[in-house]
């Protein structure tokens, strides 16, 4: 026999509640999408003014610094335009002679970046003529000295500055830059035990980093100065590279270089 109208009825009542209570869950789970969606919106919208605050566009201009940042960045830059130009055409591959073993030996090209542990500041020196981008450029070392490299850089708002930047390297190389000037330079001295001094500054840190002051020694480009000889202090430079004068002995009037 058919069942009684009241059972029908509470069954189709648990079918309706079962329903009901799906529909109620889909609704509170796309409320708590909505509301995740909210807040990652919320979030995004705030990190992209963070960084649209941190990425100010600041115009090129002459004077700027190139501002250290997280990133390291290298150029080649060449101490003419005529030799950058030949450089940018090997890289490119516009020609078939190979100029940059020959800039880059003969120190002509060089690769400089703006990382912390650079000893020097990079300064924009010129500007090209739509004002976009770097065409020349300044090094800044410790002493004061400038260098004036061509060069073809477009260098990120990120990484520019103002005034020019600073950094703890800097300020412990100055401090003892600034000391030896105030009690070395010029002073007379003599070593106790005879020294190897070079003809210039990059000879001696060659030598001295690569193991090379006995080839040096015997090509004449390094001398050895015997204990007792009178030199004086002169000019401290890159790396910490003292100038010695000679005041007696053979070399007697040279200037050689060492630490």
């Keep these: 026999p058919p069942p009684p109208p009241v059972k029908k009825q509470k069954k189709h009542l648990w079918i309706i509640l079962g329903i009901s209570f799906y529909i109620g869950l889909l609704s509170i789970n796309s409320e708590e999408f909505n509301k995740d969606e909210e807040i990652r919106r919320a979030l995004w919208k705030v990190q992209s003014q963070k960084n649209l605050g941190n990425s100010k566009h600041l115009p090129l201009k002459e004077g700027m610094y190139l501002k250290f940042s997280e990133e390291k960045m290298d150029f080649t830059a060449c101490d003419t335009e005529e030799n950058f130009s030949k450089y940018m055409e090997t890289f490119r591959g516009d020609t078939r002679v190979n100029h940059i073993k020959g800039l880059v030996a003969n120190g002509n090209c060089v690769l400089l ?52 930047p600073s950094s703890s390297t800097y300020t412990r190389y100055k401090n003892i830059i600034d ?54 202090y002169g000019e401290i430079g890159p790396n910490l590279t003292y100038e010695y004068i000679i005041l007696s002995g053979d070399h007697k009037g040279q200037q050689l270089y060492g630490f």
């Design 179 to 232: 000391k030896y000037n105030r009690t070395k330079k010029g002073k007379e001295i003599s070593f106790d035990m005879g020294r190897l001094l070079c003809k210039s500054r990059k000879i001696f840190l060659d030598g001295f980093m690569n193991d090379k002051m006995d080839f040096y020694e015997d090509t004449g480009k390094c001398l050895r100065i015997k204990s007792g000889t009178k030199l004086r």
């Design 113 to 164: 970046n703006n990382h912390p542990k650079s000893e020097y500041f990079i300064k924009i020196s010129a500007l090209n003529k739509e004002k976009t981008r770097v065409s020349q450029i300044i090094q800044e070392d410790f002493f004061g000295n400038e260098i004036r490299y061509f060069t073809d850089i477009k260098p990120s708002e990120n990484i520019l500055s103002i005034k020019r």
